[in-house]
């Protein structure tokens, strides 16, 4: 009897001790940031038609940095997305071939595998039909589809890496591969464990008063309905009345296209100035007034803007640890 008792006493002391700890827990969460906030994921999502491995990420790599996939025989991908730059160029707009400019500024490639429509516009759907856009494009490496397969085919040493990543193809070097290849390398290219990240997982400390200050202001203003979940973007477009591009409404002619913009992510915001598709904000403090006015009709205080920025600077996750691949030989 007695022994029942104490157990049952046991028992119900701890049943009562967690209780307390989770109360404790979730008090000791702010708020605020429940349901609007998430960590990045530890990978991307990858479509059954292009399995990631090894091989092709390697192949991938490969290309990314390769240069003769550019008519000039100069630009690669890393050219206007390099790696040491935050993925990007940091150039208000991009210049390519020809030094000519599609009067875009390059987006970063650190965590585009975890958006479905790419592109400022959103023009493209995954990273496989997004690689094959700026092979080709005039202002960027201007190489025609069939030329860059032909190049790539003529560098005998590219066979192997082609038949090891596309196994059992009879011509593995087709231009759909060298994008497939390349979108692969792409998913590697992410960054996880940023202040938030961590803060999320229960190291308060993780963010600074001023950046925990600055997420909780962007909750109350509502940059979050646009700027939420393991992006802290929706992914979707959403109206940026902002300059004279017209966004998507340039590629569908549509009226209810103009404007139209993919809400671009905060990850790794503080290493990819300048701003905006047309990369009209200088800084981050530019940018981040410019989205008060814009989206929210609101002039933001000077407290408000340096707080948001404290916590869009805590936003920058582990870079990727890419080798720089040694190509081969015309
Ligand atoms: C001349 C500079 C330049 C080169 C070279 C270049 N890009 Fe880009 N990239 C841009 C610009 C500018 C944009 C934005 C264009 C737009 O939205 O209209 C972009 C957009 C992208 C995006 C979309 C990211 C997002 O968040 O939507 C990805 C991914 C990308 N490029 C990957 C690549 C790959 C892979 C290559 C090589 C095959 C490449 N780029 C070559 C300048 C360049
Ligand atoms: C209605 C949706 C919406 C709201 C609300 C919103 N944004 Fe944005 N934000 C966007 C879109 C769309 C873009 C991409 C703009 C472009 O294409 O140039 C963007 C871009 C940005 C950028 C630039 C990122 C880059 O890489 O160029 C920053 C910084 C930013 N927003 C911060 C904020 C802040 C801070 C707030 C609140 C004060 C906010 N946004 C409110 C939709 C929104």
Request: net charge negative; proline share 7%; hydrophobic share 45%.
């Amino acid at each position: 009897m007695r022994k029942t008792l104490i157990v049952v006493l046991v028992v119900v002391g701890v049943m009562l001790v967690s209780t307390g700890i989770v109360l404790y827990a979730q008090e000791a969460r702010p708020q605020v940031t429940q349901g609007v906030f998430a960590t990045l994921p530890d990978a991307p999502p990858v479509p059954e038609d292009n399995p990631m491995t090894p091989e092709k990420i390697l192949l991938g790599q490969m290309l990314y940095f390769e240069p003769r996939l550019s008519a000039s025989g100069v630009i690669s991908c890393h050219t206007c997305h390099n790696l040491s730059l935050g993925g990007t160029d940091r150039l208000p707009s991009s210049l390519g071939h020809n030094f000519e400019t599609g009067g875009r500024n390059a987006p970063t490639v650190l965590n585009a595998a975890f958006f479905n429509l790419q592109f400022w516009d959103g023009r493209a759907t995954g990273l496989e039909e997004q690689a094959q856009g700026p092979i080709q494009a005039g202002v960027e490496m201007a190489m025609p589809a069939d030329l860059a397969v032909e190049r790539i085919a003529g560098i005998e040493g590219y066979l192997p890496y082609f038949q090891a990543a596309f196994p059992g193809e009879e011509n593995p070097i087709t231009f759909i591969n060298i994008a497939r290849a390349i979108a692969t390398f792409e998913r590697t290219l992410i960054t996880p464990n940023d202040g938030l990240d961590r803060y999320l997982r229960g190291e308060t400390d993780a963010l600074s008063a001023d950046a925990q200050r600055g997420m909780e202001i962007v909750v109350q203003l509502g940059c979050v309905a646009c700027h939420q979940g393991p992006m802290l973007s929706l992914g979707v477009l959403m109206p940026f009345r902002h300059g004279e591009d017209l966004g998507l409404a340039n590629v569908t002619g549509q009226e209810a296209d103009q404007f139209m913009f993919r809400v671009a992510t905060w990850r790794n915001v503080s290493l990819t100035a300048p701003y905006f598709h047309d990369g009209s904000a200088a800084t981050l403090e530019d940018a981040v007034r410019t989205m008060g006015v814009v989206q929210l009709q609101r002039d933001l205080t000077e407290e408000e803007v340096f707080y948001i920025v404290a916590f869009l600077e805590s936003l920058e996750g582990e870079m990727p640890v890419v080798n720089i691949p040694a190509l081969p030989a015309d």
